[in-house]
């Protein structure tokens, strides 16, 4: 397993630095990685803490345990909004998501070992049907890569899952009146999540590159074959 | 709950705080994010007790620094941790929610909630585990990473030398992981500050001394020779993503604040070596290989002026120096770096030590004490806060908070606050 994981990474890294730049729905080219990562497994990515745990909606409307969609196979988690426009924030990490996909599409060897999950922030507004256009393509349980675009039912069903994440929500103040405004302001996180549930890297926007992921998720496939 | 679902179900603005800041407001970690860019209302002091003074205790003061408000340089809160541990540092987490503080005397972090009411903190947590969990002692610098907090001490429970290390928590508070720093390849293995240039993913760490040397009286302690040797005299490089030490600067004198330039095109950081009153800039050389150079002279290091606190501006184009044992605060110019320059002094105090600045630079905030044990006696203990405009010209004081008059105590560290990042709840 050792060996496999190592070449499929090997094979990865290549196609990354062949690779144009990935772009992504909006053909926005991602940022340039302005240092050289160290390579996979010459580094220990540590046991942040736990994934929650809580009852979510998938695009079918279904109710099913987060924990479903958070063990057994390596997941990258990120939290959107169906609205969220700012390209520094969600579209970003649908860039990254989108080059992620097609380098391991690239590499038989991680075929269905790695899933994605967008989860929203936005109950009230990204309903499951939401979810489901605004997934349009990328929605899909078989292929290379998983992917699962979830909802919940409220906010009190979502906001443990927030909060278990680390997550931030506040209001904005508004100066000219001294009143809270009705925006929701988060940081762009997304999480690397191992197949025990336990959360191993949390990228933020100036981590969030496909190299650093990939080398992130080839070190804990090398950690699991070695395991084994 | 229901103050949470209005605000869910109302239009929502996806607000993503991306890369955000660096500075006092500028001297952050840059994973901080909700910046204060425009006025700040509040300043978080984070004030060692003395004994026979209020409760002797070690506390978290606010103060109110809106220029418009009522209590206008007053303190305006306090929140007690109900025992005396030399308060020293504090640092944010990533979201700004929780400050953590702890002080050098012992090994215990104290984590305050200032988003639930940001005029009024309130002691959330208290992280014991320090000492068990890796044996270090002193905890100083709290520098927020992606939901985990990473800890630099100055000491060690075993011998109470420099000889220390960094522990790594997340932001629930629970242990995750300790790196030492190196011994080896020319390191001393002390601690002081680090600070992060993410576009590099570089740390950058700085050294000091250990609990044997910082807790004695600093008049007996200059007396002795060989505990006069025991200070750090290196900074480490090391590989954020991986941890690992990559190489061992030579910086004699007790490298302590590290400030990185804010400017996205720069590439370096700046720090004050304490005992020999240089600063010192480390930048990678044209083969990328980190090399740091002493670069400018504070004040006359005959006398021992003590370097103890720097603030970069926002645009990396300037430097405040703070030195203890003349009072002074000193502006350099910082646009080469390779050539600091003077342009400004001014007494500020019989004793200063730490220095921070809003993030427009429009006004600097002081304070006063060093070490419970190193700060001056008699007429000269000043204990205070002194807010300043600072015009590009002139430092003119605006207001000051007496923390002796007041029964508070030594006033150390500085945070800026805001009602406007009260979380939703």
């Not at chain 2, 910046?35 to 209302?41: R, S, T």
């Amino acid at each position: 397993m050792r060996t496999a994981a190592r070449a499929a990474g090997v094979t990865l890294l290549a196609w990354l630095a062949c690779a144009p730049a990935a772009r992504g729905h909006d053909a926005v080219p991602l940022p340039a990685l302005d240092f050289d990562p160290p390579a996979p497994g010459t580094y220990t990515l540590q046991r942040i803490m736990a994934a929650p745990d809580g009852e979510v909606l998938g695009t079918d409307g279904r109710a099913r345990r987060l924990s479903a969609f958070t063990h057994d196979a390596i997941t990258l988690l990120g939290f959107i909004y169906t609205t969220c426009v700012d390209p520094d924030g969600c579209p970003l990490a649908y860039r990254v998501f989108d080059a992620l996909e097609r380098a391991v599409a690239r590499s038989p060897a991680l075929h269905r070992r790695i899933r994605f999950v967008t989860l929203s922030f936005d109950p009230a507004r990204d309903s499951p049907a939401v979810m489901r256009r605004y997934a349009g393509s990328r929605l899909r349980d078989d292929g290379a890569v998983p992917w699962y675009f979830l909802t919940t039912r409220s906010a009190r069903e979502l906001m443990p899952l927030v909060e278990g994440f680390g997550q931030d929500v506040r209001y904005t103040l508004d100066r000219s009146t001294g009143r809270p405004r009705r925006e929701l302001s988060h940081v762009l996180k997304v999480f690397l999540i191992d197949r025990s549930g336990f959360v191993r890297e949390i990228y933020s926007s100036m981590f969030l590159h496909p190299k650093t992921v990939l080398n992130d998720i080839e070190t804990l496939l090398l950690e699991e074959g070695a395991r084994r | 709950m229901l103050r949470i679902v209005a605000a869910l179900t109302a239009a929502l603005a996806c607000i993503v705080l991306a890369e955000a800041s660096r500075a006092d407001e500028t001297c952050n970690s840059p994973y901080t994010t909700q910046l204060i860019k425009g006025q700040e209302d509040y300043v978080y002091v984070w004030t060692l007790g003395v004994d026979g003074l209020g409760d002797g205790s070690d506390k978290l003061a606010t103060v109110d620094v809106h220029p418009k408000s009522q209590s206008y340089g007053k303190v305006v809160h306090t929140v007690s941790v109900g025992s005396r541990g030399e308060a020293h540092h504090m640092g944010f987490t990533d979201d700004r929610r929780f400050l953590w503080a702890g002080g050098l005397a012992e090994a215990k972090i104290f984590v305050f909630d200032i988003a639930s009411d940001p005029a009024k903190p309130r002691l959330a947590n208290t992280i014991t585990d320090l000492a068990d969990k890796t044996g270090y002692l002193g905890p100083h610098t709290y520098y927020a990473l992606p939901g985990r907090m990473l800890v630099q001490a100055l000491s060690n429970t075993k011998d109470k030398g420099g000889v220390t290390g960094m522990a790594l928590y997340n932001n629930k508070g629970e242990f995750i992981a300790s790196y030492a720093m190196p011994t080896d390849g020319g390191g001393d293995g002390y601690g002081y500050d680090l600070a992060v240039n993410p576009r590099k993913n570089v740390l950058l760490t700085s050294s000091f001394t250990g609990y044997a040397n910082y807790m004695r009286p600093l008049g007996e302690l200059i007396k002795d020779a060989e505990a006069m040797k025991r200070f750090g005299n290196t900074m480490v490089v090391w590989d954020l993503k991986a941890m690992k030490p990559k190489q061992i600067l030579s910086v004699p004198g007790a490298p302590l604040e590290i400030r990185w330039s804010l400017n996205p095109r720069d590439n370096w950081a700046v720090t004050a070596a304490a005992l020999t009153s240089k600063i010192w800039l480390v930048k990678p050389n044209a083969k990328g290989e980190w090399q740091a150079k002493e670069v400018a002279t504070i004040g006359d290091p005959a006398k021992i002026p003590l370097p103890v606190d720097i603030s970069i501006t926002r645009d990396g184009k300037g430097l405040w120096v703070n030195t203890f044992m003349d009072g002074k605060t000193r502006y350099f110019d910082l646009s080469h770096p390779e050539a600091p320059r003077q342009t400004y002094e001014r007494v500020t105090g019989k004793q200063v030590n730490m220095i921070s600045q809003s993030w427009d630079g429009k006004r600097v905030y002081i304070t006063s004490s060093l070490l419970a044990n190193w700060d001056k006696g008699g007429d000269d203990n000043e204990q205070f806060l002194r807010g300043f405009a600072w015009d590009g010209r002139e430092l003119k004081p605006a207001f000051e908070v007496d923390f002796a008059k007041d029964k508070l105590g030594r006033a150390h560290h500085m945070k800026l606050g805001s009602k406007a990042l009260r979380a939703a709840r």
